[in-house]
């Protein structure tokens, strides 16, 4: 299991990320009513349900209903839809009761005073964090806490691989572009390697950023603040990714790419190596029931031969500040990291528990899964731009700015990456 870490302690390691869902009606109305019966009833804004079994959700709150007589309401919409609405209800001081969060958003809502301190109300309700593997924290106080763990990795596409005789699995950059070399075939419309860069989501910064992890480089300094230029590593992963373009191994549109586009690429047969959460990892199964597939970690350095990172999300939330069901909102956290509840989520969510004592059981026994499990089970996740303000706008700054490098318009890697390191020292507003 993963070292407990606070994620996002400004020098923090492991992941995070996730989510906000919104109800279904865009209802901002005042949380955590009480019904006509005296009983409190809290609500939970989050889009899990929606990537789950249809009814598990309610199944879940139906259960803490009955073991504690708190009712929950289920706020629940894709994530696409949330963002705008969370904003516009913490601007207003009606965030549901438990919000989920996805990890770039974290830091701004706690410096902002949007959210509650968790481990102070875990205190109070006398939950003990003590199996409990990851929490997100900002300056020390938890603000966040991961339920479900998604590693972030890299799904192969091994009948392509074996096409082209590749015979070993790539575990350096060399031997990654070589065996992208290898597959890519234009004429045919199959490339080595494909990965979602649209700015709409720029998230898919932190797929980048993994070369960098799993080759031991930081992009936090020991200031706690960002480091990108002069940081030796971060230069080379960037020189690197620039030249899996200039040797015309990525897919076509890889600049706009969502990552639906490309996941589609990648069930359809185009492209042998794909960053991706294994969170679809069913949903690739189900789309492309013969291919064979695995899952790698991201291929590191030629000379690194350190312990492994991989980028890391989650499913997490965390309990408003404008909240008056603190404690019950605690408690349903608390109900949801039990370890045979956690173990139960863990499964329907298609990813790990954060309780260590949890044994889930799952019934996948594909290479595919067993791979993403012994990976999981040996590598430290990272996500270091939850450290950063405003982190969702930054790696929006590195995108474009990654783009504008391989298209030749900095000179250098150094000269890209002094930019980028401006644009991040000014979200700090000195």
């Known amino acids: 299991m993963m070292k407990k870490v606070a994620a996002i302690l400004l020098s923090a390691s492991l992941v995070m990320g996730l989510i906000v869902g919104c109800g279904a009606n865009g209802d901002t109305s005042d949380s955590g009513d009480k019904g006509s019966d005296g009983e409190v009833e809290i609500e939970f804004q989050q889009w899990f349900d929606n990537e789950m079994e249809e009814g598990y959700l309610q199944s879940v709150c139906d259960s803490f ?47 902002q005073g949007m959210l509650a301190d968790l481990n102070a109300l875990f205190e109070d309700i006398g939950f003990d964090t003590a199996d409990i593997t990851s929490q997100t924290s900002i300056n020390g106080t938890v603000y966040a806490q991961p339920l479900v763990n998604f590693p972030c990795l890299m799904a192969v596409n091994q009948d392509l691989l074996e096409a082209a005789g590749v015979t070993e699995l790539p575990e350096t950059w060399s031997e990654f572009m070589d065996a992208c070399q290898k597959v890519t075939n234009p004429d045919e419309n199959v490339y080595g390697f494909a990965m979602n860069m649209s700015t709409d989501n720029a998230t898919c910064m932190e797929y980048f950023a993994a070369f960098a992890w799993n080759s031991g480089c930081s992009i936090i300094g020991e200031d706690g603040r960002p480091f990108l230029a002069g940081n030796d590593m971060w230069i080379q992963t960037t020189e690197f990714f620039k030249s899996l373009f200039d040797n015309g191994v990525t897919i076509p549109g890889m600049y706009t790419m969502t990552d639906a586009d490309k996941v589609q690429e990648f069930v359809n047969g185009r492209v042998a190596f794909m960053p991706d959460s ?121 995108d474009e700015d990654l783009v504008m490098y391989i298209d030749g318009d900095y000179a250098s890697a150094d000269e890209m990456m002094e930019h980028v390191q401006q644009e991040f020292d000014a979200a700090y507003g000195e």
């Open 65 to 111: 209903y009955e073991e504690t007589g708190i009712k929950v309401k289920l706020l629940s919409n894709p994530y696409a839809d949330t963002k705008a609405q969370l904003q516009a209800s913490s601007v207003a001081g009606t965030m549901a009761d438990v919000v989920a969060l996805d990890g770039s958003w974290i830091y701004d809502y706690a410096t």
């Open 278 to 398: 294994v969170a679809h990892l069913t949903n690739i199964q189900e789309q492309a029931p013969d291919m064979n597939i695995t899952y790698i970690n991201m291929p590191h350095a030629d000379d690194y031969d350190g312990p492994s990172y991989m980028r890391a999300n989650n499913w997490a939330c965390g309990i408003a500040e404008n909240s008056e069901h603190k404690e019950e909102a605690a408690q349903f956290i608390a109900y949801l990291l039990g370890a045979d509840v956690n173990a139960d989520l863990s499964v329907h969510a298609g990813g790990f528990p954060v309780n260590a004592t949890s044994e889930p059981e799952y019934t996948d026994d594909s290479e595919a899964f067993q791979a993403i499990c012994d990976i999981y089970a040996t590598t430290e996740g990272k996500a270091e731009f939850y450290s950063f303000p405003t982190a969702e706008a930054l790696m929006r700054v590195l």
